[in-house]
C-alpha cells in the first residue's frame, strides 16, 4: 500500500498523522517499563504533545529552521520525541552512533555545529562533558537522566518538557513554523560510520526522505495494524526510513527493543508484525536452527529438511501463480505445525515479514526463512541516497539479487574499463525490465533520493558526482533479468600477483554458509594466493569436538587442536571445489575471538573494517604467506 497521504517534508507527514490520529487513543510508540516489566504505549496525542514541548525548549534556546541538534542516545521513544520536536522548527537531526569514542563525538559535534546536544545514559554524558568546552556551537546539554550533579550546562529531562511546554504554550506562532519547511531543507546529517578515515556528513534533504519513504510504501506493505521492533541504530538511514518514518507515515506502531541482547525476549513480549534486520542477525537464528537439527536424531533431521523441502515446492507454486494441489497444502500444514511452528513462535507468532538490508543476505538464508513461512524482504541502498535503492518484489523474490529498482529511482550500470553505461532501468520500467540484463559494472544512481552532498566536504561530493549528474555508488554488480545482483564493492576489490581482480564478498560468503564458521576476512591484495582469518561458531564448534572427545580448557585450546584444523581445511576445500584456482582460499588462521564493535573491528552496521583488521593481524597473515613461500 502506499502512504495513507502524501507529504513533502517530514514535520507535514508527522503533524498530518498525529492529527489524523487525534481522538482514537491510537498508540504510535512502545517501551519497556523498567518497574514493571511490562511494554507500555504512547498515544499519538501523547507523542505530539510531548514533541511540541521539546520543539518549545529548542526554540527557547534559539534553535530554528536549519540549526542541527545532535542525538547521543539509543533507540528509544525519546529519540522519535526530539526528532519529531526538532522537524517542527525545522532544525536538522544529526544523530551519533553511541558506540563511538570521545574523539569522533568533538568531531562530528564541532562538524556539524550542532546547538544542542542530547544524551541518553551516564555512559553518553560523560562524553558530553569531556567535550563540551571543544564545541564552541554547543550551549545545551540535555541528558535524560535524572539523578546526579551534572554541570549548569546540563538540563534534565523533567525539566525540558516541563520549560519547553510553557514556552511552546506562551508563543502559539510556532505552531505553525514547519510550514515553512521546504522539501530541499536539510532534514538530517547522517555521519557515515565508515570503515576508513574520518565519518563524512551524509546531506540528506526532507524530498529525500520523504520520496524515498513513499515510493518504498508503494511496494512493501505496511498497514496500521502493524507493529515494528526497532532494535537498529537510528543513527544509520536504512532503520531511519525503513524502522522509524515508514512505519509512522503508515500509521503503524514501533516498539523499541531494550538492547541487541535482548531482541529474543522482546519478540516474545511486543509480537511485532514487521521487523527491519541485517543478514547477520539471520544468519545467526538460520545457523542456530540447523545447529539443533544436525544435534538431534536422524528422525528429527529427516522430518526437518522433509519440511524444507515441502515448504520449498510450496513458495515456488505460488512464485510462478501455480494453485498447490490439496496434497502439497495438506503436507505443508502438517510441516508448519511439526517443524515451522516452534520458529513461528519464537518471533512472537505474528510476524509477516523481516526486512533486511545494509549488507547482503546469503541466498541460503532467505530461502530458509521464506519456505518456512516467514517471508524475507531484502533491499538495496547507501545512506547517500536515503537508503532505498531496489526492493525484491513481495510475490516474487529472487534470492542473492537485490530485486528490483524502486520506483522514482534510476539505475545504470557502468563498466568499470571504459566507462561506458551498459544499461539503465527506471522503477516505472518493470514489468517491461525484467528482460534486462547487462555485463558488471559499477552502480549509478539518480533520484529524488540521492543526498545534496557531503557536509563541508565539496572536493568528495565532487568525486562522487559526474558531469551528467549521476551518483557513484562504489559498488559492482549487474542486471539479471530485471534483478540488481550486488558483487561486492570497488574498494574492497583484491589485485593478486598475477593481476586478478578478485572481489572477496561472494567468497565470504560461501565459507560463512559453514554452520561451522561465525566471521570471515578474505586477504590477498598483490599476493599470490587467497588466505583468510576465520571465526568460528564456537557453539557448533565445541559441540563438534565434545562429540569426539576431543579435551580443550577454552576457545585459544580448542582452535588449536589438530582435529578442529583438519575440519576447517575440509569446510573451505568443500566451499570452495568450483571456484577459479585463484579465488581459492590456500591458508587460513582461526581466531578466539570474534571481530566486535568495540574492537573498532565492525562499523556499527556490523560492517567489517578490513583495513583495521589487516593491520591488527599483521603478523598473523604474514605468517600464512611465509609458510608457502619458505
Same mark, same amino acid.
Given at each position: 500500500?502506499?502512504?495513507?497521504?502524501?507529504?513533502?517534508?517530514?514535520?507535514?507527514?508527522?503533524?498530518?498523522?498525529?492529527?489524523?490520529?487525534?481522538?482514537? #487513543?491510537?498508540?504510535?510508540?512502545?517501551?519497556?517499563?523498567?518497574?514493571?516489566?511490562?511494554?507500555?504505549?504512547?498515544?499519538?496525542?501523547?507523542?505530539?504533545?510531548?514533541?511540541?514541548?521539546?520543539?518549545?525548549?529548542?526554540?527557547?534556546?534559539?534553535?530554528?529552521?536549519?540549526?542541527?541538534?545532535?542525538?547521543?542516545?539509543?533507540?528509544?521513544?525519546?529519540?522519535?520525541?526530539?526528532?519529531?520536536?526538532?522537524?517542527?522548527?525545522?532544525?536538522?537531526?544529526?544523530?551519533?552512533?553511541?558506540?563511538?569514542p570521545v574523539a569522533q563525538v568533538e568531531y562530528i559535534l564541532r562538524d556539524s555545529g550542532a546547538k544542542v546536544l542530547v544524551v541518553s545514559t551516564a555512559l553518553q554524558l560523560s562524553k558530553a562533558i569531556k567535550v563540551f568546552e571543544?564545541?564552541?556551537?554547543?550551549?545545551?546539554?540535555?541528558?535524560?537522566?535524572?539523578?546526579?550533579?551534572?554541570?549548569?550546562?546540563?538540563?534534565?529531562?523533567?525539566?525540558?518538557?516541563?520549560?519547553?511546554?510553557?514556552?511552546?504554550?506562551?508563543?502559539?506562532?510556532?505552531?505553525?513554523?514547519?510550514?515553512?519547511?521546504?522539501?530541499?531543507?536539510?532534514?538530517?546529517?547522517?555521519?557515515?560510520?565508515?570503515?576508513?578515515?574520518?565519518?563524512?556528513?551524509?546531506?540528506?534533504?526532507?524530498?529525500?526522505?520523504?520520496?524515498?519513504?513513499?515510493?518504498?510504501?508503494?511496494?512493501?506493505?505496511?498497514?496500521?495494524?502493524?507493529?515494528?521492533?526497532?532494535?537498529?541504530?537510528?543513527?544509520?538511514?536504512?532503520?531511519?526510513?525503513?524502522?522509524?518514518?515508514?512505519?509512522?507515515?503508515?500509521?503503524?506502531?514501533?516498539?523499541?527493543?531494550?538492547?541487541?541482547?535482548?531482541?529474543?525476549?522482546?519478540?516474545?513480549?511486543?509480537?511485532?508484525?514487521?521487523?527491519?534486520?541485517?543478514?547477520?542477525?539471520?544468519?545467526?537464528?538460520?545457523?542456530?536452527?540447523?545447529?539443533?537439527?544436525?544435534?538431534?536424531?536422524?528422525?528429527?533431521?529427516?522430518?526437518?529438511?522433509?519440511?524444507?523441502?515441502?515448504?520449498?515446492?510450496?513458495?515456488?507454486?505460488?512464485?510462478?501463480?501455480?494453485?498447490?494441489?490439496?496434497?502439497?497444502?495438506?503436507?505443508?500444514?502438517?510441516?508448519?505445525?511439526?517443524?515451522?511452528?516452534?520458529?513461528?513462535?519464537?518471533?512472537?507468532?505474528?510476524?509477516?515479514?523481516?526486512?533486511?538490508?545494509?549488507?547482503?543476505?546469503?541466498?541460503?538464508?532467505?530461502?530458509?526463512?521464506?519456505?518456512?513461512?516467514?517471508?524475507?524482504?531484502?533491499?538495496?541502498?547507501?545512506?547517500?541516497?536515503?537508503?532505498?535503492?531496489?526492493?525484491?518484489?513481495?510475490?516474487?523474490?529472487?534470492?542473492?539479487?537485490?530485486?528490483?529498482?524502486?520506483?522514482?529511482?534510476?539505475?545504470?550500470?557502468?563498466?568499470?574499463?571504459?566507462?561506458?553505461?551498459?544499461?539503465?532501468?527506471?522503477?516505472?520500467?518493470?514489468?517491461?525490465?525484467?528482460?534486462?540484463?547487462?555485463?558488471?559494472?559499477?552502480?549509478?544512481?539518480?533520484?529524488?533520493?540521492?543526498?545534496?552532498?557531503?557536509? #563541508?566536504?565539496?572536493?568528495?561530493?565532487?568525486?562522487?558526482?559526474?558531469?551528467?549528474?549521476?551518483?557513484?555508488?562504489?559498488?559492482?554488480?549487474?542486471?539479471?533479468?530485471?534483478?540488481?545482483?550486488?558483487?561486492?564493492?570497488?574498494?574492497?576489490?583484491?589485485?593478486?600477483?598475477?593481476?586478478?581482480?578478485?572481489?572477496?564478498?561472494?567468497?565470504?560468503?560461501?565459507?560463512?554458509?559453514?554452520?561451522?564458521?561465525?566471521?570471515?576476512?578474505?586477504?590477498?591484495?598483490?599476493?599470490?594466493?587467497?588466505?583468510?582469518?576465520?571465526?568460528?561458531?564456537?557453539?557448533?564448534?565445541?559441540?563438534?569436538?565434545?562429540?569426539?572427545?576431543?579435551?580443550?580448557?577454552?576457545?585459544?585450546?580448542?582452535?588449536?587442536?589438530?582435529?578442529?584444523?583438519?575440519?576447517?581445511?575440509?569446510?573451505?576445500?568443500?566451499?570452495?571445489?568450483?571456484?577459479?584456482?585463484?579465488?581459492?582460499?590456500?591458508?587460513?588462521?582461526?581466531?578466539?575471538?570474534?571481530?566486535?564493535?568495540?574492537?573498532?573491528?565492525?562499523?556499527?552496521?556490523?560492517?567489517?573494517?578490513?583495513?583495521?583488521?589487516?593491520?591488527?593481524?599483521?603478523?598473523l597473515i604474514e605468517a600464512m604467506y611465509a609458510e608457502v613461500l619458505s
Amino acid at each position: 500500500m502506499a502512504a495513507p497521504f502524501a507529504f513533502r517534508t517530514v514535520p507535514e507527514m508527522l503533524v498530518r498523522q498525529a492529527e489524523r490520529q487525534a481522538g482514537r #487513543n491510537k498508540a504510535a510508540l512502545w517501551y519497556k517499563d523498567k518497574a514493571t516489566g511490562e511494554y507500555v504505549p504512547i498515544s499519538w496525542e501523547e507523542f505530539y504533545r510531548q514533541a511540541q514541548a521539546v520543539a518549545g525548549y529548542l526554540a527557547a534556546q534559539g534553535v530554528g529552521r536549519g540549526d542541527r541538534v545532535a542525538l547521543l542516545m539509543e533507540n528509544r521513544p525519546e529519540w522519535a520525541i526530539v526528532d519529531f520536536g526538532m522537524q517542527l522548527l525545522g532544525a536538522v537531526n544529526v544523530s551519533l552512533y553511541t558506540t563511538i569514542p570521545v574523539a569522533q563525538v568533538e568531531y562530528i559535534l564541532r562538524d556539524s555545529g550542532a546547538k544542542v546536544l542530547v544524551v541518553s545514559t551516564a555512559l553518553q554524558l560523560s562524553k558530553a562533558i569531556k567535550v563540551f568546552e571543544a564545541c564552541p556551537d554547543l550551549r545545551q546539554v540535555v541528558a535524560l537522566l535524572e539523578e546526579g550533579e551534572p554541570p549548569e550546562y546540563v538540563r534534565t529531562w523533567s525539566e525540558v518538557l516541563r520549560e519547553g511546554g510553557a514556552y511552546w504554550d506562551a508563543h502559539p506562532e510556532l505552531a505553525e513554523a514547519w510550514k515553512a519547511v521546504e522539501e530541499e531543507d536539510l532534514c538530517s546529517l547522517i555521519y557515515t560510520s565508515g570503515t576508513t578515515g574520518l565519518p563524512k556528513g551524509v546531506m540528506l534533504t526532507h524530498r529525500n526522505f520523504c520520496s524515498n519513504v513513499q515510493a518504498a510504501l508503494s511496494v512493501i506493505d505496511i498497514y496500521e495494524s502493524d507493529r515494528t521492533l526497532s532494535f537498529l541504530p537510528l543513527s544509520h538511514s536504512f532503520e531511519r526510513t525503513a524502522g522509524y518514518l515508514a512505519p509512522l507515515a503508515a500509521g503503524a506502531e514501533i516498539a523499541y527493543a531494550e538492547s541487541l541482547d535482548t531482541i529474543a525476549r522482546n519478540l516474545l513480549e511486543v509480537r511485532p508484525t514487521v521487523v527491519t534486520t541485517v543478514p547477520r542477525l539471520l544468519e545467526r537464528i538460520y545457523n542456530l536452527v540447523h545447529k539443533s537439527v544436525e544435534e538431534g536424531p536422524a528422525l528429527k533431521r529427516r522430518l526437518f529438511y522433509w519440511a524444507v523441502e515441502t515448504g520449498r515446492r510450496m513458495t515456488e507454486a505460488l512464485w510462478e501463480g501455480r494453485r498447490p494441489s490439496s496434497w502439497l497444502s495438506a503436507q505443508y500444514a502438517l510441516a508448519h505445525r511439526l517443524v515451522f511452528a516452534r520458529l513461528h513462535e519464537r518471533t512472537g507468532g505474528r510476524l509477516r515479514f523481516f526486512v533486511s538490508g545494509g549488507a547482503a543476505l546469503p541466498r541460503e538464508v532467505g530461502e530458509f526463512f521464506t519456505y518456512a513461512g516467514l517471508k524475507v524482504i531484502e533491499g538495496y541502498g547507501l545512506t547517500e541516497t536515503a537508503p532505498v535503492l531496489t526492493v525484491n518484489p513481495f510475490d516474487r523474490p529472487r534470492f542473492g539479487t537485490v530485486g528490483w529498482v524502486l520506483p522514482g529511482v534510476t539505475i545504470a550500470i557502468q563498466r568499470l574499463t571504459d566507462g561506458r553505461l551498459l544499461c539503465q532501468v527506471r522503477g516505472e520500467d518493470y514489468p517491461q525490465a525484467q528482460q534486462v540484463s547487462s555485463e558488471e559494472g559499477e552502480i549509478l544512481v539518480k533520484g529524488p533520493n540521492v543526498m545534496k552532498g557531503y557536509w #563541508n566536504l565539496p572536493e568528495e561530493t565532487a568525486r562522487v558526482f559526474d558531469a551528467e549528474g549521476w551518483f557513484h555508488t562504489g559498488d559492482v554488480g549487474r542486471f539479471e533479468n530485471g534483478y540488481l545482483r550486488i558483487t561486492d564493492r570497488i574498494k574492497h576489490m583484491i589485485v593478486s600477483k598475477g593481476g586478478k581482480n578478485i572481489y572477496p564478498g561472494p567468497i565470504e560468503d560461501r565459507i560463512k554458509s559453514s554452520s561451522y564458521v561465525d566471521q570471515v576476512v578474505v586477504l590477498g591484495e598483490g599476493r599470490e594466493f587467497l588466505t583468510a582469518l576465520l571465526v568460528p561458531n564456537f557453539d557448533a564448534l565445541k559441540l563438534w569436538a565434545q562429540e569426539r572427545g576431543l579435551k580443550f580448557q577454552d576457545e585459544h585450546d580448542l582452535i588449536a587442536l589438530p582435529e578442529v584444523q583438519k575440519l576447517f581445511e575440509g569446510e573451505i576445500r568443500r566451499l570452495s571445489q568450483d571456484l577459479p584456482a585463484h579465488e581459492r582460499v590456500r591458508r587460513f588462521r582461526l581466531l578466539p575471538e570474534p571481530f566486535t564493535i568495540e574492537s573498532g573491528e565492525l562499523t556499527p552496521t556490523l560492517k567489517v573494517r578490513r583495513k583495521v583488521i589487516e593491520e591488527r593481524y599483521r603478523d598473523l597473515i604474514e605468517a600464512m604467506y611465509a609458510e608457502v613461500l619458505s
